[in-house]
């Protein structure tokens, strides 16, 4: 797939606000600062479509971009280590629960982990909770151009999903900084793209 356009269209609270679920449409999430918007950035060619910052939990909203006028793409806030009050981070977790459970053309999650750690128990949580709720996903490790990037992390978040996966989801390597796997995730949405039906 080429991206020839990449458009923002607007940044909501509510899942009632979001566009008319007309299109296919692809959600971004992971924990605080795994490099979401970066990603997002390199995969559509885009520097400035997402906003890229130093400080956690920076997304706070919805925020849907239209790409090649058939398709939305969609960045989520992040969760985990993010500095805001307790009150906020449970109104998101509201909000991200409902979008993602209640959104009908949401075609799949890509969650987003960290390759330069050892397995976090919050990404864990949230690939179960993803699985309980039946939502697709596919996990996509980041940053593996880093100097702190160590194989053995993927290996090892592997067998702590096998812990509780018969089967694992899909699994996707990339990095932002030197546009590796923006291929593959755009062949796997332009095939998942082929089967979307409007309801």
Known sequence: MIIKTAEFV???????????????EYAFIGRSNVGKSSLINMLTGRK???KV??????????????INSNWYLVDLPGYGYAKVSKENRKKWE??????LVK?????CVFL???SRIPPQQSDLDFANRLGTAQVPFV?????????????KNITAFKTA?????ETLPDFFITSAEKHRGKDELLFYIEEVNKQFTRN
């Not at 130093?54 to 849907?64: D, L």
């Not at 509201?94 to 979008?99: G, V």
């Not at 959104?103 to 075609?107: F, G, I, S, W, Y």
């Not at 996990?139 to 194989?151: A, G, N, S």
Request: charged share 20%.
């Open 10 to 24: 607007g940044s909501f609270v509510k899942l009632t606000q979001c566009p008319p679920p007309d299109k296919p």
């Open 53 to 66: 910052s130093v400080t956690p939990g920076k997304t706070q909203t919805i925020n849907h971009f239209i």
């Open 112 to 114: 987003l982990v960290d």
């Open 94 to 99: 509201i909000m991200i629960q409902e979008y």
């Open 139 to 151: 996990i996509v490790f980041t940053k593996t151009d880093d100097k702190k990037f160590d194989v």
């Open 161 to 165: 999903m096998l812990q509780t996966w």
């Open 103 to 107: 959104r009908p053309n949401l075609q």
């Open 48 to 50: 400035g479509l997402a």
